[in-house]
């Protein structure tokens, strides 16, 4: 499977790059937790993180001019294991200099129908709004948070606490959703709410301009995720303006600081090219490829046994 991926690749002239698996700054997600740890390499003791995606390093080297690249590594997310995570695994993450999303959902999808022959050549594309229009009967983009919370006790009855509206969409989404997607064929979704844009870029839609849209998608095959794609955000001051409110949230909800990673905000300001890129989990595509139905079947030594 790696070698299919790198001959994908080589033949479109996309350059495979290496960064450092351990920094001195963190993912600043606060649903996104690194392993920190402290070494000692120059006499004295230094905090480092390992990485949680080769995300901020790489954009580093497409501000220095490095073209179309890609990354196979492995990443670290401290997240409790399940049928379908690790808390170590393998990423690919690669960037398309010049592709809209609707390009790089085209070449994900041929790479993964590369990857997985089995899987029926015909993908499902939908917005975030179909999906709960079609399923559930209202725009996720528009109903107050009261008539969000009724869907949710109405439709989860299982869940008690309280939610804000993004949590409340993923749980709806997760739940009610994803168990319809089709498992013998890709689903790719996108046009997700602004405040699910991360580091991609924000615009208005074109059939409500009051509506902010993230330029994003998600691949699924069934109800197994397989990538998340942006079209990035190539604003320097939008970029730093994301990572300080990560920060705030991060400080409001009583986790442990983390370092802002300054270098990658200073290449921000030399100057992103318009690109799109992605993260793919690769041993989730190999659970697809062999028909395994958890993580443990597809890896040599599981987090337990590591």
Not at 96 to 125: Q, Y
Not at 178 to 191: A, C, S
Not at 283 to 299: E, H, N, W
Request: aromatic residues 8%; contains cysteine; glycine residues 6%.
């Amino acid at each position: 499977m790696l070698r299919s991926i790198r001959e994908f690749f080589y033949q479109r002239q996309v350059l495979e790059v290496e960064t450092p698996a351990l920094s001195a700054s963190a993912n600043t997600d606060p649903f996104t937790d690194s392993f920190e740890l402290i070494t000692v390499c120059s006499g004295k003791p230094e905090k480092r993180y390992l990485h949680t995606s080769p995300e901020y390093p790489m954009k580093r080297l497409l501000a220095a001019g490095s073209g179309d690249i890609y990354q196979i590594c492995k990443v670290w997310r401290a997240e409790p294991s399940s049928r379908q995570h690790n808390a170590e695994f393998t990423m690919l993450e690669y960037y398309r200099l010049g592709f809209a999303l609707s390009d790089l959902m085209d070449e994900v999808g041929n790479l993964l129908h590369l990857l997985a022959p089995n899987l029926n050549k015909a993908s499902e594309c939908t917005t975030y709004a179909s999906l709960f229009l079609d399923n559930l009967g209202f725009n996720p983009h528009t109903i107050s948070n009261e008539g969000l919370q009724g869907q949710l006790l109405e439709r989860v009855p299982e869940f008690s606490g309280e939610l804000d509206r993004q949590a409340s969409l993923d749980l709806l989404l997760t739940h009610c959703i994803e168990p319809l997607f089709p498992t013998d064929r890709l689903t790719f979704v996108h046009d997700y709410p602004a405040t699910q844009s991360a580091l991609s870029n924000v615009e208005a839609s074109k059939d409500d301009p009051n509506v902010l849209l993230a330029k994003r998608f998600e691949v699924y095959a069934g109800t197994l995720e397989l990538g998340n794609g942006y079209q990035e955000l190539t604003l320097a001051s939008a970029n730093e303006a994301i990572l300080n409110s990560e920060l705030a949230a991060r400080e409001s909800m009583n986790l442990p600081p983390v370092t802002l990673d300054q270098r990658f905000l200073s290449a921000m300001q030399a100057g992103l090219p318009e690109c799109s890129g992605i993260a793919i989990g690769i041993d989730r595509v190999l659970m697809l490829q062999t028909g395994a139905s958890s993580l443990k079947q597809v890896i040599n030594f599981s987090w337990e046994n590591a």
